[in-house]
């Protein structure tokens, strides 16, 4: 049995365990492209082309959105967020200790979720409320920025200075702002701005920021079908983007690969502060490390990309020259994805 088939047996392995239904995965090494998958949609089989919700993985598709802009120079990371808006329209957004501070919050404060913003998705607001928990119940609504604005300013605390010591807190907060960012720099919608500086470039065809109608895997959260269709096209940046395990895998050797914008910024972004545990935050990507004690026998790979909420993930194994795509198509068990990839990774390490 070759690896390809040992993929292909772990990813149908995943079915039924903790209630998930399909599971793809690309996984490329060495020019080699292996991709897997499994389930059906519509009574259609999963395949590599299948388009799912990426949810937080969208991150990554705005850092790299960034850093073209910036490589056009039409922004730099350290520039002050409040110079992308009209005079005082953030006014009081980062308020800490009866002093605004929130002109010293820079893009590249935002993307490394170093701002001290409340994060508006999962924070609790004054009345312990959390806008995931009603979203997770099916309750779908529209929001734009006025409302992440309010929610943030005025139901939540920020937890500390922008920029202060090594803290970070992970914040949708922050690539909501960076979205808008993007669209007020590029003059453009996201998804137009998108394809000028991500997907055509790359030659993507089915990645996009969602809009209702688009055909899309649905969320299963548990053994619930997620539908917030009006939710999910209102954080675009933050965890609204479409694709496919091609589509991301292509993406995501482009991201680490240089074929997006210099090399040397992939570097620049790997300056990591702890969030939660095992993940840590750096510039726009998220690095995932678990400590020896979890493999005594030899340290776990550190892989740097990003997940979502949804069960996607896009990561790179530098140690291995590894990249992984795909998604478990699952809300319930966050670990999920992590653990597919590092089994993923034992057996290339093994049968590769």
Known sequence: MDLSDRLQRLVVAQLGRGQVQETVLCLAR???????SAGFWAGVPVTVDTPYFVASTSKLL???????LRAEGQLSLDDPVVGFFPEGFLAGLHRWRGQDLTSRITLRHLLSHRSG??????GRRRDGSRFADGLLAGRDVSYGLPDVLSWARDEMKPHFPPGEGRRAL?????????????????????????QRLVTGPLGLHATQFYEPGLPVLPLRHGAAVLEVPQAMACMPVDGGAVSTARDMQAFAQAFFGG??????????????CRIFFPLQSGVGLLRFRLPRLF??????????????ISGAFAFR????????????????GRGRPYRLMLQALELVRRYG
């Open 117 to 122: 913003l409340p994060d508006y998705f999962e």
């Open 62 to 68: 705005a850092t790299a959105m960034i850093l073209r």
């Open 170 to 194: 992970y914040a949708d907060t922050n690539f909501y702002l960076l979205g808008e960012v993007i669209a007020r720099v590029s003059g453009t919608s996201l998804n137009d701005a998108l």
């Open 317 to 332: 194994c530098p140690e291995m020259n590894v990249t992984l795509t795909g998604t478990v198509n699952q809300i319930a």
């Open 295 to 308: 493999s005594p026998w030899r340290a776990p790979p550190e892989l740097l990309g990003h997940s979502g």
């Open 259 to 272: 074929g997006l914008f210099p090399p040397g910024d992939v570097v620049e972004l790997q300056d990591w």
């Open 30 to 36: 060495d020019g080699e492209l292996l991709c897997a």
